[in-house]
Structure formats: C-alpha cells, structure tokens
T-cell receptor, first 112, second 114 residues
Framework: SQQGEEDPQALSIQEGENATMNCSYK?????LQWYRQNSGRGLVHLIL?????REKHSGRLRVTLDTSKKSSSLLITASRAADTASYFC????????????FGQGTRLTINP | DTGVSQNPRHKITKRGQNVTFRCDPI?????LYWYRQTLGQGPEFLTY????????KSRLLSDRFSAERPKGSFSTLEIQRTEQGDSAMYLC????????????FGPGTRLLVL
C-alpha cells in the first residue's frame, strides 16, 4: 500500500515559474527522499532530507520537512522545460529493510 | 560510472508464459531491491537482497514470483504463469549499504501480458 500522498496530482506551469509539490506520509521515518521520473523511464534521485532536518537545498531544489505534520514539500525554482516529469516522495520505514515507500507522484508539466 | 542496468527493457508475452528479468546493480553495491510500478502509481516494494540473501518479500510477491541473486551480484526476477495483472514496469535499485539510504534505480523492464 502507498505510504504517502502527493499533492497536487498534476501541475502545469509556465517556464520560469516556481513549482511546489507536497507530500504527506503516515508513519515515523528515518528520512524522506524525492525522485524524478521521466515518462517511461527509471527514477532519478534528487534529494534526501533526514528526520532531524527541516530544510535542504540542492541547486534549484528546496525541500522542507515537518515531522510533526508528517509532510514535506519540494520547490523547484525557475522551472525549465526539462523539469517536465513525475515527482515522487519516498520514505523509509523505521522497522524493516530500508525499503522505500512511495507516494503516487505529482505529474509536472512545464510549458515553454 | 556504470549505473544499474536492466534487461530486457521491454517484454511482451502471452498469458500463462514464464518470463525472467535481469538486473545488474552498481558494482560493490551489496543491497539490491525490486519494485513494481503500474500506470499512474508510485513504485511498490517487492523484495530485497543483502548480498546473496533474500531478506524480505512483500505480500505482493505471490508464489508465482521468484527472485534470486546467486553470487551477490546480478539478480533475476522470474514470473511464472503470467497473468494480465502482472503487466507493469519492474524496477531494480541498488544501494551501497544499509547506511546508504539512497537507492539508485535502473531504467526498468516494462512487461505487457496479452
């Protein structure tokens, strides 16, 4: 079963605008990760934020984590057409195999 | 730097046939994971290996599914007596150790069961 939910399920913006995606999860975690998936392809790791961190940056990406609300957000600034993809948050369950539990994803479309 | 590779990339089969997929992880990664992804959904965990030992299997992995990692390097995932519901993308991922939380994914094998 899916651990989390991304919101919105689909997002369409103009190139140059910022895109914000949200993720909620249900159980306690060690860390939360964001992955990108281009249509029909494998997943590319974007960023990992640990449960004791509140914010992390990587290039045009900014991730926040609120463990009290069990939620995270991914902000992509100055979007480009190449950012068009599906974005998934993934959490690792504290007990178990460090397997990743994914949400259903946000489909992001950047219009030129 | 060689990433995770999967073969074949696409497989079309008839219901009832057996199929086998292969995953080659990043060299020296001792953890290997299999996930399944259906259209419009996120990947779902199937099973994982620590070296050659299969340590956990999801309830999604019915008895028609079997995975091996005989020498702790590449892995195979076999589906016997395929059903139309098995149609999905099968993704493999690897990581360096239990402490390296980032999993690196392969391009996936897309299976279509007719």
């Amino acid at each position: 079963s899916q651990q989390g939910e991304e919101d919105p399920q689909a997002l369409s913006i103009q190139e140059g605008e910022n895109a914000t995606m949200n993720c909620s999860y249900k159980t306690s975690i060690n860390n939360l990760q964001w992955y990108r998936q281009n249509s029909g392809r494998g997943l590319v790791h974007l960023i990992l934020i640990r449960s004791n961190e509140r914010e992390k940056h990587s290039g045009r990406l900014r991730v926040t984590l609120d463990t009290s609300k069990k939620s995270s957000s991914l902000l992509i600034t100055a979007s480009r057409a190449a950012d068009t993809a599906s974005y998934f948050c993934a959490t690792d369950v504290i007990q178990g195999a460090q397997k990743l539990v994914f949400g259903q994803g946000t489909r992001l479309t950047i219009n030129p | 730097d060689t990433g995770v590779s999967q073969n074949p990339r696409h497989k079309i089969t008839k219901r009832g046939q057996n199929v086998t997929f292969r995953c080659d992880p990043i060299s020296e990664h001792n953890r290997l994971y299999w996930y399944r992804q259906t259209l419009g959904q996120g990947p779902e965990f199937l099973t994982y290996f620590q070296n050659e030992a299969q340590l956990e299997k999801s309830r999604l992995l019915s008895d028609r599914f079997s995975a091996e990692r005989p020498k702790g390097s590449f892995s195979t995932l076999e589906i016997q007596r395929t059903e139309q519901g098995d149609s999905a993308m099968y993704l493999c991922a690897s990581s360096l150790s239990a402490l390296a939380e980032t999993q690196y994914f392969g391009p996936g094998t897309r299976l279509l069961v007719l």
